[in-house]
């Protein structure tokens, strides 16, 4: 059989500068040609993929094309051409909410609670599609833009997964240490309720300016989150 190759991406949109990178991706800013519309392409290196990442590429291009919420950053379009693919996403201007944090230091518990009002808006649409996202985190939360109080915007579901109701169902470990669930850290079946742990870990991040768990030595810090112990330093004004 022959092969042909699809050229749609780069008759259709004209790439610019990079905004992010990762193992087998980067992220670039594009137009497309004909409306000059703006979007963030993620571009991911097909040739350098397992089998088994061919099927993780697929799952979260599937579970993209599922969500449609103001605070999820939306999959505009999905194109492969020989060796790449390309996702098509909300271009968002205002970088990550960890970025923010750390220029803050912490927010009050107003900002704190417009802002986690969103991310558990976001979190409960995938939810209701089946969606568990598996990594939230600040650095996978985005600002619209750089104005105040800009919508926040659920980001990466490279590691996110569907299941079915609300099964505990998935032994996976999958996620960032400070911010992984206790049953996962014990490797007892999980589903949706993970994604609720790491919710509050971000609220607790956004009031005081520093983790719940924290420990160089990553037995210590998991240690920590499946006794509970969490971390109180001297108040910074907050209440």
Not at 39 to 48: D, E, L, M, P, S
Not at 107 to 121: K, N
Not at 185 to 190: G, I, M, P, V
Request: aromatic share 10%; charged share 25%.
């Amino acid at each position: 059989m022959a092969t042909t190759t699809c050229t749609r991406f780069t008759d259709e949109y004209q790439l610019y500068e990079e905004l992010g990178k990762g193992a087998f991706s980067v992220v670039r800013r594009c137009v497309k040609l004909c409306t000059g519309q703006e979007y963030a392409a993620k571009i991911i290196n097909t040739k350098k993929l397992s089998a088994r990442d061919h099927q993780k590429l697929e799952r979260e291009a599937r579970i993209c094309r599922l969500l449609k919420h103001p605070n999820i950053v939306r999959l505009h379009d999905s194109i492969s051409e020989e060796g790449f693919h390309y996702l098509l996403f909300d271009l968002v201007t205002g970088g990550e909410l960890f970025e923010d944090i750390v220029a803050r230091e912490y927010y009050s518990e107003a900002d704190a609670s417009h802002c986690i009002q969103q991310i558990l808006e976001a979190v409960l649409h995938c939810h209701q599609m089946g969606v568990v996202h598996r990594d939230l985190k600040p650095e996978n939360l985005l600002l619209a833009s750089k104005c105040k109080n800009a919508a926040v915007k659920l980001a990466d579901f490279g590691l996110a997964i569907e299941v079915q109701g609300d099964q505990q169902a998935w032994f996976g470990f999958a996620g960032t240490p400070g911010y992984l669930s206790p049953e996962v850290l014990r490797k007892e079946a999980y589903g949706k309720p993970v994604d609720i742990w790491a919710c509050g870990v971000i609220l607790y991040i956004l009031l005081v300016g520093y983790p719940p768990f924290w420990d160089e030595d990553q037995h210590k810090l998991y240690q920590q989150i499946k006794a509970g112990r969490m971390i109180f330093l001297p108040q910074n004004g907050t209440q």
